[in-house]
Structure formats: structure tokens, C-alpha cells
């Protein structure tokens, strides 16, 4: 039997009372999986020059990494289709060619557009959502963050936050990953 998942169909405003239910069968990476964002429907804040945003899928064997005179980095995927979206995987980076390095904590902005795009809330009333990231001890696995319910969206866009190179706090942040998605 499939799940059943409840989503919200507009993020332009917060909408806690307007609420849809569907079947969800299959949960994928919309940008692995499903291929639901090419490289060049990825866009960040800045790139420290070497990093750049198109390098920051889960598979891409590299990584985004901010510039850092950026106080505010994010980096977002437009995907190809309005898609139902319950969540990200993120994932530092602990490889042959840097140091470890990963974003402890990031919040997450949803929309249709995005002169519409609004943070993932637990309810209209509440500040946004602050999820956990990657740590010391798992910088280079892919970490799953789930939303409180799904949203329809055609833009998701991180905004890492406590990020760490070794084990100092850094003001860049690497950032490796993928849009979770239902398919129904």
C-alpha cells in the first residue's frame, strides 16, 4: 500500500489550513533519478572560482562552494516541471583534493517562481525552519531533510548556515546535493 503524504499546494503564502491529499509511490532525487535538473538550472549566490554552483550534484564527483566575501550564500535548483517536494540531501565533502568541509545547519526556501519563494515553516506562525546538516563525522554522506509536509515547487534554494572547514568555523560553505521528490 502506498503512503499517503499531505501537501501544500501554494507557497507564495503560508497556508496552513489549505491542504491536499494524494498518493505518493515513489519517493526519487528529482535531479539524480529523475533528471529533473540539468546542471545549467543551477544557480548559487556566488563560487569561490573553482566550485561553481553546476558542481554541487550529489554524483558530480566535485562541489559548490561559496565566495567568501558572500555573508549570505545559497544555492538553488530551478527544476524542469512543477514538482511535489518533501525534501533535500545534502552532503559535504571530504575527498582526496580538500580538506573536510560541510554546512552543520541550512534553512530552505520553496516557490513557484522566485519573486515567490518562501522558507519551510512548521506552521505560518513559526520563524524558519532550521535543519541539520552534515557533521565532523559524516561530511562526505549524503544527509536526507524532510519537510513537516510536501510543497509544490519549481525552485528550491539552500541557504547553509554554521559552516566548517576541519573543524573551524568557516565563512564558506560546501555544499553537495539533490531535491527529493514524490512521484505518483
Known amino acids: 500500500m502506498s503512503p499517503i503524504v499531505t501537501a501544500v499546494l501554494a507557497t507564495t503564502t503560508c497556508v496552513d489550513n489549505f491542504e491536499e491529499t494524494f498518493e505518493c509511490n515513489q519517493t526519487v532525487a528529482l535531479g539524480g533519478d529523475e533528471d529533473l535538473i540539468p546542471d545549467q538550472n543551477i544557480e548559487a549566490s556566488s563560487a569561490d572560482g573553482f566550485h561553481n554552483a553546476e558542481f554541487s ?7 559548490w562552494r561559496n565566495a567568501r566575501e558572500d555573508a549570505n550564500p545559497w544555492i538553488q ?18 575527498g582526496p583534493t ?14 513557484l517562481d522566485v519573486s515567490s519563494i518562501d522558507y519551510i515553516r512548521s ?12 557533521s565532523r563525522n559524516n561530511a562526505n554522506s549524503p544527509v536526507q531533510v524532510l519537510f513537516p509536509r510536501v510543497v509544490v515547487a519549481l525552485i528550491v534554494r539552500l541557504e547553509p548556515m554554521d559552516c566548517y572547514l576541519f ?18
Open 77 to 94: 535548483a530551478n527544476l524542469l516541471e512543477i514538482s511535489y517536494v518533501h525534501g533535500v540531501v545534502i552532503q559535504g565533502y571530504d
Open 167 to 184: 573543524d573551524h568555523s568557516s565563512p564558506q560553505c560546501t555544499v553537495l546535493f539533490d531535491v527529493m521528490g514524490c512521484v505518483s
Open 98 to 111: 580538500s580538506a573536510p568541509c560541510w554546512a552543520s545547519k541550512l534553512t530552505i526556501q520553496t516557490g
Open 57 to 63: 550534484k550529489l554524483d558530480s564527483g566535485n562541489y
Open 123 to 134: 506552521s505560518c506562525d513559526e520563524p524558519p525552519m532550521v535543519f541539520t546538516g552534515n
